[in-house]
């Protein structure tokens, strides 16, 4: 068989750097011209996403033993799995009546970790493959800029500036924050947030969605150090913000602000863009990272607020 899929063409025909389409083409013809590691590989794809008996931990655990019988790399391997998965997953987007233009908007999270294994690895593959899990099982689904899911909060009671009270228990829509490269203009945001809305307003009985999203991107003390006026600012006031947490001594996210530089030490970390330039100097100064999570209520075109 021919491993490189209908799929797998469409998705590289927008915003795929030439260098990683061909890196992926490599990968499937490697496939091709080895028929062991085909045979072991297409194995793995079938029991995970055909038949489901592969959990996706024990696929990559299959995989992670794969690599190191034939000799190759096992981020490399993890991509195939996704990309080979792909005709079964579009099949099963069409089964429920998700439409194509939903399928690739999502299914661009694929560029987006493979952009990141290129950067941070050096490899055409994906080092969070367990990721993409949550679109096999339909469960996350991306709509224009930033992906969805359904999950249930935890916390303590949060009264929103609505009136509407948050409470342990409740469901709402969580966000993520794909590195897609589009800037968080506040028209790419609004626009996403109301394609999103229909998907999830029937969970809703009032037709008020409650979106959230915990991420270092909602770190509170962001507003001392980032210059007044970024899109990540007006990201952060889209939402009204229920807790956050320094993290002094682990900053988890660093490799998404710095990439290949992140085991630098501060004083060396590059400035070349405003983003890194603001964290570079808050890390040198000795200061503290975090995290935020806020929700914000929204009723299909605009904001709910007091």
């Known amino acids: 068989m021919k491993h490189w899929n209908a799929q797998i063409e469409q998705l590289t025909q927008n915003g795929y750097a030439p260098e990683v389409v061909q890196g992926i083409r490599d990968l499937e013809q490697m496939l091709d011209d080895d ?16 038949t489901e008996e592969l959990s996706m931990a024990d696929a990559l655990a299959e995989i992670k033993q794969a690599a ?4 190759k790399n096992e981020y490399s391997l993890d991509l195939l799995l996704i990309v080979n998965s792909l005709p079964r997953l579009y099949e099963k987007y069409q089964e429920n009546g998700i439409s194509d233009e ?17 950067e941070n690895k050096g490899v055409v593959g994906t080092f969070v493959a367990d990721w993409f899990d949550r679109f096999f099982k ?11 899911e359904v999950m249930t909060y935890e916390g ?9 009270v948050f409470k342990a228990g409740d469901k709402y829509v969580n966000m993520h924050i794909p590195s897609r490269g589009i800037a ?7 626009d996403s947030y109301r394609k999103a809305y229909p998907h999830f307003a029937p969970l809703f009985e009032d037709g008020i969605v409650i979106f959230g999203c915990s991420s270092w991107l909602l770190y509170p003390r962001h507003r001392e150090f980032l210059p007044a006026g970024m899109n990540l600012l007006k990201f952060m006031g889209d939402f009204e913000m229920v ?17 290949r530089y992140t085991d630098l030490p501060d004083a060396q970390l590059p400035k070349d863009t405003t983003l890194r330039r603001a964290y570079a100097e808050w890390l040198q100064a000795g200061n503290p990272t975090g995290r935020g999570f806020g929700v914000f209520a929204f009723d299909g075109e605009n904001f709910v607020r007091s």
């Open 68 to 71: 190191k019988q034939f000799g």
């Open 35 to 50: 028929a062991a590691l085909a045979s072991v590989m297409d194995s793995i794809v079938y029991r995970y996403v055909v």
């Open 102 to 118: 939903i399928f690739y908007e999502s299914m661009d999270d694929i560029r987006c970790k493979v952009n990141e294994c290129v």
């Open 156 to 164: 303590e009671d949060f009264t929103l500036s609505c009136g509407k």
């Open 138 to 148: 339909l469960t996350c689904f991306g709509y224009g800029r930033f992906q969805y």
């Open 243 to 259: 807790s956050g947490k320094e993290t002094p001594d682990d900053f988890h996210d660093r490799w998404r602000v710095f990439g």
């Open 184 to 190: 968080l203009t506040d028209e790419v945001r609004l």
